[in-house]
């Protein structure tokens, strides 16, 4: 079944931007949603088909997809965007919903 | 205002049958772009999605445990049931119920529970 790949971790000091991947064979051709828990919460959706913003999110959230990688770029980092991030795909093959292993961020 | 609530026991012991309740409000099991959706979450580590049904009863499971789980829904109480058969102190993890849009992400989370597998 198909297989998507996050780093494990990403540091950035406040006010930087933190640029997380996803990684995946052609993911550019599957629309991919992002995900961030913080400890002891359940997640929450921050960026859905590639790009869009649910209502809530800060503009600073924004994501990209082509080729392998699909990427969330968080602006201007602040400490209340350390978390766990995960990126998620739907495998039509399988029929499966497919999650990345999740990247820490940690705000320095 | 669209809530799903899970339930269901804290410790379950090894190789016995383990069944969780998601209790839905703010829409409709039956409506089209929407289904329910079973995510669990062992300590420490990452997301792992089990099953979820569609509006139109279809099911969809794991391939890795779709010989371990079956899912079901009552639409007259707003209720999906999970089911996972033989259960190992592996499956120890926080449980949640989640809406799934459009049959291809996840919108809204309950809270999640977290089912302990021990002797």
């Known amino acids: 079944s198909y297989v998507v790949t996050q780093p494990p971790s990403v540091s950035e000091a406040p006010g930087e931007t933190a640029r997380l991947t996803c990684g995946g064979n052609n993911i550019g051709g599957k629309s991919v949603h992002w995900y961030q828990q913080k400890p002891g919460q359940a997640p929450v959706l921050v960026i859905y088909?590639?790009?869009d913003r649910p209502s809530g999110i800060p503009e600073r959230f924004s994501g990209s997809n082509s080729g392998n990688t699909a990427t969330l770029t968080i602006s201007r980092v602040e400490a209340g965007d350390e978390a766990d991030y995960y990126c998620?795909?739907?495998?039509?093959?399988?029929?499966?919903?497919?999650f990345g292993g999740g990247t820490r961020l940690t705000v320095l | 205002q669209v809530t799903l609530k899970e339930s269901g026991p804290v410790l379950v012991k090894p190789t016995e049958t383990l069944t969780l309740t998601c209790t839905v409000s703010g829409f409709s099991l039956t409506n089209a772009r929407m289904s329910v959706t079973w995510i669990r979450q062992p300590p420490g580590k990452a997301l792992e999605w089990l099953a979820h049904v569609f509006s139109n009863d279809e099911k969809s499971y794991s391939t890795s445990l779709k010989s371990r789980l079956i899912i079901s829904r009552d639409t007259s109480k707003s209720q999906v049931v999970l089911n996972m058969t033989n259960v190992d102190p592996l499956d120890t993890a926080t449980y949640y119920c989640?809406?799934?849009?459009?049959?291809?992400?996840?919108?809204?989370w309950g809270h999640g529970t977290l089912v302990t597998v021990s002797s």
């Open positions: 989640a809406r799934i849009l459009n049959g291809v992400l996840v919108d809204f």
């Open positions: 998620q795909v739907w495998d039509s093959s399988s029929h499966n919903l497919v």
């Open positions: 088909y590639d790009s």
